[in-house]
């Protein structure tokens, strides 16, 4: 594996700047087109699962996370509260509290649960100095977070539905889980202190991990405060562990916002909180795909996904022209000239890109491209249509294939 610190700064995807402040990078344009992909990728998958989006402020009153319990089991963690009027407001440390607050704004009936709710929103959380580095630990973070809020009976069938979703996302974006871990509670003053609501909550979760048949660890002291969690643990270049996407089961906040829904009976019930996050962190997420493919990422996920290479000047309108087509197709396309050197020399600066499109004298004439594929393989020339058809078809379906398999022994290697 690669190091996304040295790789991701080679590859113009993010950096850093001492005045911007360590653990905030910024993300150049062929990171913020990956980043953008991906997110898009991940409302997309949650939109077809029956979520629905929100979005919510980054700042909150300091009785906002006093009630949610994090600032007597995290405050450590979270940035200095600012004065503000007679009050204090707190850069939020998590979404959760936030996504309580718009469920408890109305009211709701059993009908309506299974209520999944979903944004891609900013969390902030006050990392010491030694341990901040490159993507995977900052402190500023886009989190793709997701509560559902549904009746006991359904708890299981929406864990089980996410840890679905999560290996759906890691089989398209080509990621590798070192392990999965049920996370539990340790020893110390950390953990919300309710011995039942933890003997529930751990029951729910390792029915999901039993029942999912993927082997699994449990490992105490790895739990969130307010509950345990299944992890999907994820190895960095240098072997270091970290967790990517989570499954969380939790009693305590619904208690604690006084949350609701009228039930079948019409009286009130307390709903539970499955907390859930596909790909964690966009920058965690970013700095693994990163390391897993060496900055060759998957065509759909790709920064540029084609690169159109004329042989001369005099193709340079025709290249143009089939950029404009990928662009109304919604492919990534650029342009590289003979400003930008030979063509040999051109073929290898874009070895990252899946695809590269050579065009002479002879593809201009009769409207074809010569394609070159990232592995190495040449498809016989083909119209430029059909050639964008067919990329349009496999990045469309978030393959991780970079051409119709059918089809990949007419391709020869060059």
């Given at each position: 594996?690669h190091?996304?610190?040295?790789?991701?700064?080679?590859l113009?995807?993010?950096?850093?700047?001492?005045?911007?402040?360590?653990?905030?990078?910024?993300?150049?344009?062929?990171?913020?087109?990956?980043?953008?992909?991906l997110?898009?990728?991940?409302?997309t998958?949650e939109?077809?699962?029956?979520?629905?989006?929100?979005?919510?402020?980054?700042l909150?009153?300091?009785e906002?996370?006093?009630?949610?319990?994090?600032?007597?089991?995290?405050?450590?963690?979270?940035?200095?509260?600012?004065?503000?009027?007679?009050?204090?407001?707190?850069l939020?440390?998590?979404?959760?509290?936030?996504?309580a607050?718009?469920?408890?704004?109305?009211?709701?009936?059993?009908?309506?649960?299974?209520?999944?709710?979903?944004?891609?929103?900013?969390?902030?959380?006050?990392?010491?100095?030694?341990?901040?580095?490159?993507?995977?630990r900052?402190?500023?973070?886009?989190?793709?977070?997701?509560?559902?809020?549904?009746?006991?009976?359904?708890?299981?069938?929406?864990?089980?539905a996410?840890?679905?979703?999560?290996?759906?996302?890691?089989?398209?974006?080509?990621?590798?889980?070192?392990?999965?871990?049920?996370?539990?509670?340790?020893?110390?003053?950390?953990?919300?202190?309710?011995?039942?609501?933890?003997?529930?909550?751990?029951?729910?979760?390792?029915?999901?991990?039993d029942a999912?048949?993927?082997?699994?660890?449990?490992?105490?002291?790895?739990?969130?405060?307010?509950?345990?969690?299944?992890?999907?643990?994820?190895?960095?270049?240098?072997?270091?562990?970290?967790?990517?996407?989570?499954?969380?089961?939790?009693?305590?906040?619904?208690?604690?916002?006084?949350?609701h829904?009228?039930?079948?009976?019409g009286?009130?019930?307390?709903?539970v909180?499955?907390?859930?996050?596909?790909?964690?962190?966009?920058?965690r997420?970013?700095?693994?795909?990163?390391?897993?493919?060496?900055?060759?990422?998957?065509?759909?996920?790709?920064?540029?996904?084609?690169?159109?290479?004329p042989?001369?000047?005099?193709?340079?309108?025709?290249?143009?022209?089939?950029?404009?087509?990928?662009?109304?197709?919604?492919?990534?396309?650029?342009?590289?000239?003979?400003?930008?050197?030979?063509?040999g020399?051109?073929?290898?600066?874009?070895?990252?890109?899946?695809?590269?499109?050579?065009?002479?004298?002879?593809?201009?004439?009769?409207?074809?491209?010569?394609?070159?594929?990232?592995?190495?393989?040449?498809?016989?020339?083909?119209?430029?249509?059909?050639a964008?058809?067919?990329?349009?078809?496999?990045?469309?379906?978030?393959?991780?294939?970079?051409?119709?398999?059918?089809?990949?022994g007419?391709?020869?290697?060059?």
């Open positions: 594996m190091d996304h610190r040295r790789l991701g700064r080679e113009e995807l993010f950096d850093t700047d001492p005045l911007i402040g360590a653990g905030l990078p910024y993300w150049l344009p062929d990171g913020a087109a990956l980043r953008h992909t997110e898009e990728y991940i409302r998958a939109r077809r699962a029956g979520y629905r989006h929100v979005y919510s402020p980054v909150g009153k300091r906002l996370y006093e009630t949610s319990g994090h600032w007597s089991h995290y405050s450590d963690d979270m940035f200095p509260p600012m004065d503000l009027g007679a009050g204090q407001v707190v939020r440390p998590s979404l959760c509290p936030h996504h607050v718009i469920y408890r704004s109305r009211a709701h009936s059993y009908r309506e649960l299974p209520l999944r709710m979903a944004e891609l929103g900013g969390m902030y959380r006050s990392e010491l100095s030694g341990v901040l580095g490159g993507l995977t900052v402190r500023a973070i886009q989190l793709n977070d997701a509560h559902v809020f549904c009746t006991l009976d359904q708890v299981a069938d929406e864990a089980r996410a840890l679905g979703m999560i290996r759906r996302a890691y089989a398209a974006l080509g990621i590798r889980p070192a392990r999965f871990r049920l996370s539990l509670p340790g020893p110390g003053g950390k953990y919300v202190a309710a011995p039942e609501m933890w003997r529930r909550s751990t029951a729910l979760l390792t029915e999901v991990l999912s048949g993927l082997p699994y660890e449990a490992a105490e002291g790895e739990a969130a405060f307010y509950g345990p969690k299944i992890d999907v643990q994820v190895a960095d270049a240098a072997g270091r562990e970290s967790t990517l996407s989570t499954v969380q089961v939790d009693f305590h906040q619904p208690e604690r916002f006084d949350l829904y009228t039930g079948a009976d009286a009130k019930h307390r709903p909180m499955v907390h859930r996050s596909i790909i964690g962190s966009v920058e997420a970013v700095a693994h795909l990163v390391e897993q493919h060496g900055g060759a990422f998957p065509g759909w996920l790709a920064p540029v996904q084609l690169m159109i290479l042989v001369s000047d005099a193709e340079l309108p025709d290249a143009e022209a089939l950029a404009g087509r990928c662009a109304d197709l919604g492919l990534r396309a650029e342009v590289s000239g003979r400003e930008r050197g030979s063509l020399a051109r073929v290898r600066r874009a070895r990252l890109v899946p695809y590269q499109a050579v065009i002479g004298a002879a593809e201009a004439a009769d409207g074809l491209v010569a394609l070159r594929l990232r592995d190495g393989r040449r498809p016989a020339p083909m119209p430029a249509g059909e964008l058809a067919r990329i349009g078809a496999l990045t469309g379906a978030h393959s991780t294939a970079l051409w119709d398999e059918a089809e990949a007419a391709a020869v290697r060059g």
